[in-house]
Antibody
Framework: QVQLVQSGAEVKKPGASVRVSCKAS????????LHWVRQAPGQRLQWMGW????????KYSENFQDRVTFTRDTSANIVYMELISLRSEDTAVFYC???????????WGQGTLVTVSS | TQLTQSPSSLSASVGDRVTITCRAS??????LAWYQQKPGEAPKLVIY???TLQSGVPSRFSGSGSGTDFALTISSLQPEDVATYYC?????????FGGGTKVEIK
């Protein structure tokens, strides 16, 4: 079945960077874009952008474009999200999610908790 | 495009009909999905294209609407439906989500 498995929880200091991975299985990796979504405590889901695994093309939300980079490894069916200059408001669960046939998200990874604390 | 959900929370009895609404700040056609998120879990797709039920989702869930006004209805609330529900528009960038509706059992 289609599955997205993310890397484990991280604890980082303010100003540091974090890289989260998302490994896809159960479908042709290069066929669908993968999105990243941030869910901070008490906040609504916030879309960060997407990557097209076929060609590496990316689109970032203006809210994150100065600090985030998406990459992919097609040999391992993995996409990565790197977020730099971490601040306390980046304490959140980060999800990857596969693009549906016309833009909805299905399925989602299990989420990765990133805690930013001095 | 901003999405405004209401109510932000509700409490209903098992078997009740429950309706959650989502209003978009501009017309989005039917480029809307609904997700269910249970505590400690990732969101799960319930409805896409405003009214299409995702495979495997119970038929008591239904979606309606187009343009700016949308609704998610649970025809007969069950204990396993306790969750937070989010609407999501994918018509315009940046893609956005509603603020969520927490559904509890009375």
């Amino acid at each position: 079945q289609v599955q997205l498995v993310q890397s484990g929880a991280e604890v980082k200091k303010p100003g540091a960077s974090v890289r989260v991975s998302c490994k896809a299985s159960g479908y042709t990796f290069t066929r669908y874009a993968l999105h990243w979504v941030r869910q901070a405590p008490g906040q609504r889901l916030q879309w960060m952008g997407w990557i097209n695994p076929a060609n590496g093309k990316t689109k970032y939300s203006e809210n994150f474009q100065d600090r985030v980079t998406f990459t992919r490894d097609t040999s391992a069916n993995i996409v990565y999200m790197e977020l730099i200059s971490l601040r306390s408001e980046d304490t959140a669960v980060f999800y990857c999610a596969r693009d549906g046939e016309a833009g909805w998200f299905d399925p989602w990874g299990q989420g990765t908790l990133v805690t930013v604390s001095s | 495009t901003q999405l405004t959900q209401s109510p932000s929370s509700l409490s209903a009895s098992v078997g009740d009909r429950v309706t959650i609404t989502c209003r978009a700040s501009q017309g989005i056609g039917t480029y809307l999905a609904w997700y269910q998120q249970k505590p400690g879990e990732a969101p799960k797709l319930v409805i896409y294209a405003a009214s299409t039920l995702q495979s495997g989702v119970p038929s008591r869930f239904s979606g309606s609407g187009s343009g700016t006004d949308f609704a998610l209805t649970i025809s007969s609330l069950q204990p396993e439906d306790v969750a937070t529900y989010y609407c999501h528009q994918f018509r315009t960038y940046p893609l956005t989500f509603g603020g969520g509706t927490k559904v509890e059992i009375k």
